[in-house]
């Protein structure tokens, strides 16, 4: 079996530990010769990675491993890169929502004008990694979840039309894994029909490889409970925060009782109630520094001080295996089905053909191919128009430097209430973005 060679782009994230482990718990279907981490924080990677070396060494012994800032170091003979960058980091992550509560409207990482700050910030990093990855490994793929995603996906579809990336999130399949402990299924063996764009979009059909229709059963009990589930053995999504989301998704059922939501949508169709279940001094990042984030770095600081990991391993981050199931899908030429977010093309019979939608794809060497989903109710063509518009904006501000384009995206958003409201989180969010956002004119 042909053995890869790997960059892990972010190698200081808080998943980067997890995700190799993940690997490492996966050579026999996902061979590796070579994993390096790159980061353009040398200190922040620099103590994952000295953790990750003396794992790599008792578990893996066979696979080269190494870290570094430098790109040409890092992209030389790699097959695909797995892209996982914050730029700003946590510090930016907290401002993004905390600015726009001070004004009561939604701050949150990837939705509303917490979204809109992040994705101007994204794009220069990663069509910087884009060009790394072209320069010194042309045939390479990356496989992107850095977000926000969809506007990220927006960003290379005209920036990078020809490049080989493939922008995917983790939300749908770890909701997939949740109807599964619902209908005591697994999740490989269920079929689904899903449309939207990333971070918003709804399942209208779940099947079982028999075809027996599972929709039924699971809307009866998300109109019930949304997506919490007893026994859920899950790695992530568990802190009291996500509960309130998955438990909110019997509420966006009540809008559209055939189909399933993506919880994400709960930013847009109750913003209200977002804003008032958040403490404007206390957001999710917060939560995530004090948690996870401290819990990675503590356990990495633990490892390097034992100079060993027996005893206290990273854990394995499972849901995260779905990363190689699609570098495997590449790779192999499997022709997995998964959701990813792709140029429409006709998937969406009736929306844009040239939005970047999240739809089903059969995957294989030559990258994703949407299956068709049909056409799609007036209320959801409606918001997905209303917010496609508003990440083609971001990109087109991004790239003209045009303060009236970013103005007309926050102003546009479902989650801000007026033009004006819009233009002080903007004036806020350009003083806080200086070192990262183009000058807007
Ligand atoms: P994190 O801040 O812990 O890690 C991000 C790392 O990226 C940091 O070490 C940072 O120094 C590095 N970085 C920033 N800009 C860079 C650049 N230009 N070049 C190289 N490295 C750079 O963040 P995290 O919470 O672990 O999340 C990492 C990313 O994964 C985020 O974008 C997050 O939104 C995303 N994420 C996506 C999904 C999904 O489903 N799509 C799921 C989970 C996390
Ligand atoms: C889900 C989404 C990601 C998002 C993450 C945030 O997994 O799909 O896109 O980054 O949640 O989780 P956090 O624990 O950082 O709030
Ligand atoms: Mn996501």
């Not at 998937?347 to 068709?372: H, K, Q, R, Y």
Request: proline share 5%; net charge negative; charged share 25%.
């Amino acid at each position: 079996m042909k053995k890869f060679s790997i960059v892990i782009a972010g190698g200081g994230s808080t998943y980067t530990p997890g995700i190799v482990m993940m690997m490492m718990d996966n050579l026999h279907r996902f061979p590796i010769r070579s994993l390096k981490l790159y980061d353009n924080d040398g200190e922040r990677q620099e103590t994952l990675a000295k953790a990750i070396g003396i794992v790599m060494k008792e578990i893996a012994p066979e696979v080269e491993f190494s870290y570094t800032t430098d790109p040409k170091e890092a992209f030389t003979d790699v097959d695909f890169c797995m892209a996982h960058i914050r730029v700003g980091k946590y510090a930016m992550r907290e401002l993004d929502e905390k600015i726009p509560m001070k004004y009561h409207v939604v701050g949150q990482e990837t939705c509303g004008p917490g979204g809109i700050a992040y994705g101007m910030r994204s794009i220069g990093g990663m069509m910087e990694l884009i060009d790394f990855m072209e320069k010194y490994s042309p045939d390479c793929w990356m496989l992107n979840y850095s977000n926000p995603a969809s506007i990220v996906a927006e960003a290379c579809r005209v920036l990078k039309p020809n490049s080989k990336v493939l922008n995917i999130c983790d939300m749908p399949v770890g909701t997939k894994r949740r109807m599964g402990y619902i209908v005591g299924r697994d999740p490989k063996d269920m079929d689904v029909k899903y449309f939207g764009l990333n971070h918003f979009g709804w399942w209208t059909s779940v099947k079982d490889k028999d075809g027996t229709d599972l929709m039924p059963q699971l809307l009866d009990y998300v109109s019930k409970n949304g997506y919490l589930t007893e026994k859920a053995v899950e790695t992530q999504h568990m802190d009291e925060s996500w509960q309130l989301t998955h438990k909110k998704a019997a509420d966006l059922l009540k809008l559209e009782p055939d189909f399933l939501p993506n919880t994400y949508l709960k930013y847009y169709l109750y913003p209200d109630y977002v804003v008032e279940h958040t403490d404007p001094n206390h957001t999710r990042a917060n939560e995530v520094i004090e948690g996870r984030e401290k819990e990675v770095f503590s356990a990495a600081r633990a490892i390097i001080q034992a100079g060993t990991a027996k005893g206290g391993e990273f854990s394995i981050d499972n849901h995260a295996s779905f990363i190689v199931d699609l570098a495997c899908a590449i790779g192999f030429n499997t022709r997995e089905q998964m959701l990813c977010i792709v140029e429409n093309k006709g998937a969406i019979s009736n929306f844009d053909p040239t939005a970047m939608v999240e739809v089903p794809c059969l995957v294989g060497n030559e990258g994703p191919e949407p299956l068709c989903q049909g056409n799609i109710p007036t209320f959801e063509k409606g918001m997905m128009e209303e917010q496609l518009a508003v990440e083609r904006l971001v990109v087109e501000a991004w790239i003209e430097g045009s303060y009236l384009k970013l103005w007309q995206a926050l102003t546009l958003s479902k989650t801000v209430p007026s033009a004006s409201v819009a233009k002080q989180i903007l004036d806020d969010l350009i003083e806080a973005n200086k070192e990262y956002w183009p000058e807007l004119k």
